[in-house]
């Protein structure tokens, strides 16, 4: 991708559902040629336009991370195998102390005890893994600026969002949701861009009615609209997953210090071996060193930091990308 197609998908991060004119005042180029571009790269599967419904928000389980431990040669199968569970959001084979990191939504502690001690366990391959549920969220990718677009233009188009992309963790629990409103989170799933009109189809209501539901299921933090990227199609290649233990009382100011960072994809508080954990991109392995040494090492209160490199990621946000190495 040129210059142009990244700022087009820079606008489409910052707003998924932005419209072409908005798209090209940001970009400083055409109402055609923003069409014709985003038209192309949506069609590559590149990238894709998907809303999620917030799982905290409507009260659907909790998200946990995983490090999977595989035996030698098996990595890869396993981290197939685990883009197909239902429950799994996120698969990246990584290097370092595990082979394959998961986000996982379980329901209740029973189902997460079920996944991670007697399903994981059962995978071929399978040597071991340890988890942390996530108490709070920071920064997710629904929020992300990957620091491609002016700051002003970036702030233009995310006036405009109906969803409470700037709450990465709700604030209270969402109304609960209609099966017009099901249905309707459903289709935003598959086309994050579907037509009033489509979508008012697809959920068997009138078109005012179909929009009057989305804004209010994104108002309240139900659903979440999204732009689903990789960071190394935006010049970020190099990512990262951090597990920081910091002191109880700093939690939250790290926190509030790290979400700020254009590096920071997603930071949570988490529940176990580690007390936060987190995604960075950058552009190369020198600017991973000094974000580790000058950014993480200038704030107080963290206490230790364990780096997980990212390999390859085969599911994000639910969007699977199965990768099978050629043989031979």
Do not use: Q
Request: hydrophobic residues 45%; aromatic residues 4%; proline residues 6%.
């Amino acid at each position: 991708m040129d210059e142009v197609d990244l700022r087009v998908v820079a606008a489409l991060v910052a707003h998924p559902r932005a419209s072409w004119p908005a798209i090209g005042r940001a970009v400083n180029a055409s109402e055609a040629t923003v069409s014709r571009r985003a038209g192309r790269i949506l069609a590559s599967r590149r990238i894709h336009i998907t809303a999620t419904l917030d799982v905290l928000a409507t009260g659907r389980g909790v998200p946990a991370f995983v490090r999977v431990r595989c035996s030698p040669g098996r990595s890869v199968a396993v981290a197939n195998a685990l883009t197909r569970w239902p429950s799994v959001r996120f698969v990246s084979l990584v290097s370092g102390a595990a082979d394959c990191l998961v986000e996982l939504v379980a329901t209740d502690r029973n189902d997460l005890l079920e996944l991670t001690l007697l399903r994981l366990p059962e995978l071929d391959g399978v040597t071991g893994s340890s988890s942390e549920v996530v108490l709070r969220r920071f920064a997710t990718g629904v929020g992300w600026d990957p620091g491609i677009l002016a700051p002003d233009a970036v702030a233009a188009l995310r006036a405009d969002r109906i969803d409470r992309w700037d709450r990465p963790h709700p604030s209270a629990p969402a109304p609960a949701l209609t099966e017009v409103d099901e249905a309707l989170a459903a289709a935003l799933a598959e086309d994050g861009r579907a037509r009033w009109r489509d979508l008012a189809a697809r959920a068997g209501i009138i078109e005012s009615t179909a929009r009057r539901r989305v804004e209010n299921l994104c108002r309240h933090g139900a659903l979440r609209l999204r732009t689903v990227v990789e960071p190394e199609t935006l010049g970020l290649p190099v990512t990262a997953f951090l597990w920081l233990r910091v002191d109880p009382r700093r939690v939250d100011a790290v926190a509030d210090e790290l979400s700020r960072r254009p590096e920071v994809l997603l930071l949570c508080a988490t529940a176990g071996e580690h007390t936060m954990c987190g995604e960075v991109a950058v552009a190369a392995y020198s600017d991973l060193h000094r974000f580790l040494t000058d950014t993480l090492g200038g704030i107080a209160g963290i206490r230790d930091v364990d780096v997980t490199l990212g390999l390859r990621t085969l599911k994000r946000a639910s969007i699977v990308r199965p990768w099978f190495p050629p043989e031979g």
